[in-house]
């Protein structure tokens, strides 16, 4: 019986799940970044600024959604040193919770510039503004804790740039998904092709997803070769393109994610659909050079055709492994991404 991990009957839309704007560091409007990410086929990006959560619903609209979040960041050294930045995504458009609990309880609490008013009081903004976050794994995983208590979707965002390797990052728990790209670091020269700490974390039993981003500021214009946008993405499948559909397919693993690891090279492949049946993997792609099949056991697997030619799908025999995700990878070396699906959950 056929069983869909990514299925081809519902909708595509194609979403930057981390984003700056003149908000906090980036040199574009909100407006401006809707107008343009949808002039580039996107239909949501998730607004992530620095310490501060707004709400974007007046964005959703003119078959766009604006996905209400924000970012923040754990500092050995301010921006020489080691660092931990999370995203935290509001699973409920209406949720403007921003409060947090221990070890640093008053860290959090909401500070308003003159003239603001609470959002209780029909304001917009809340501001959250750290004398210092400590960079800690209790800390870090205290907020964890508190965001998804509070119903945020959290992810761990760019370890390449950030400096971390396994001592750090091991030691994090409780989040939703990865950052397996960020456009951002791939442009400014890190290697955020991070399957490898994907490896890491579903070896400590972590059942989490991997999306791509841009983490776009806008501060170079587009045509530009470290252009920061519309470069790395995550394709969400929703039966609609609403919040609640698209929250949905977050929650589920509905998706894949691409990224140009090659910049300027052309578009990474696309993942059509991906299913089990017969006791077998398969999957359905547009023209690529190759499909890998990475486990926690060997055997490892790749299927491709005759060198220069493309195969446009493969069918894998699972090995004895735990979990299992497959790579992409086109012609002009740019790739997509499964989620890692377990074994004991596909087939049951």
Not at 24 to 48: L, M, Q
């Amino acid at each position: 019986m056929r069983k869909y991990l990514i299925d081809p009957a519902l909708s595509s839309f194609k979403a930057n799940l981390h984003c700056h704007t003149v908000l906090s560091d980036g040199s574009k409007t909100p407006e401006e970044v809707k107008r343009d990410y949808i002039a580039h086929g996107y239909s949501a990006v998730a607004f992530t600024e620095h310490d501060k959560f707004i709400d974007h619903s007046d964005l959703t609209r003119d078959g766009f959604v604006a996905l209400n979040g924000f970012e923040l960041e754990y500092w050995t050294e301010l921006w020489r040193g080691r660092t931990c930045h999370i995203c935290f995504i509001a699973k409920d458009p209406e949720n403007c919770g921003l409060g947090w609990s221990d070890p640093a309880p008053d860290l959090f609490k909401v500070r308003l510039k003159d003239g603001e008013k609470p959002f209780s009081e029909g304001g917009r903004l809340y501001r959250a503004l750290p004398p210092q976050r400590l960079y800690t794994p209790e800390y870090i995983n205290a907020d964890i804790a508190a965001a998804k208590k509070l119903g945020f979707f959290v992810t761990y965002n760019h370890p390449s740039w950030s400096l971390e390797s396994w001592p750090q990052y091991s030691r994090y728990e409780g989040y939703d998904s990865m950052e397996m790209n960020n456009f951002n670091g791939i442009n400014t020269g890190f290697e955020e092709d991070n399957g490898r700490v994907y490896n890491d974390l579903l070896g400590l039993g972590h059942r989490i997803s991997c999306i791509s981003t841009d983490d776009n500021h806008n501060r170079m214009p587009d045509g530009h070769e470290k252009c920061d946008s519309y470069g790395a993405y995550t394709v969400l499948k929703a039966e609609e393109l609403s919040y609640a559909s698209l929250i949905d397919a977050l929650e589920r693993g509905r998706f894949y994610s691409a990224a140009q690891v090659n910049p300027g090279a052309g578009d990474p492949p696309e993942i059509k659909a991906l299913w089990t049946e017969d006791g077998k993997i398969c999957i359905e792609t547009s023209p690529v050079r190759n499909i890998s099949y990475i486990s926690d056991a060997r055997p490892y697997k790749r299927a491709a055709g005759p060198i220069g030619t493309t195969i446009e799908g493969a069918e894998f025999t699972p090995g004895p492994g735990t979990w299992f995700r497959l790579v992409v990878t086109a012609m002009n070396g740019n790739k997509a991404y499964t989620n890692a699906y377990f074994m004991d959950e596909v087939f049951a």
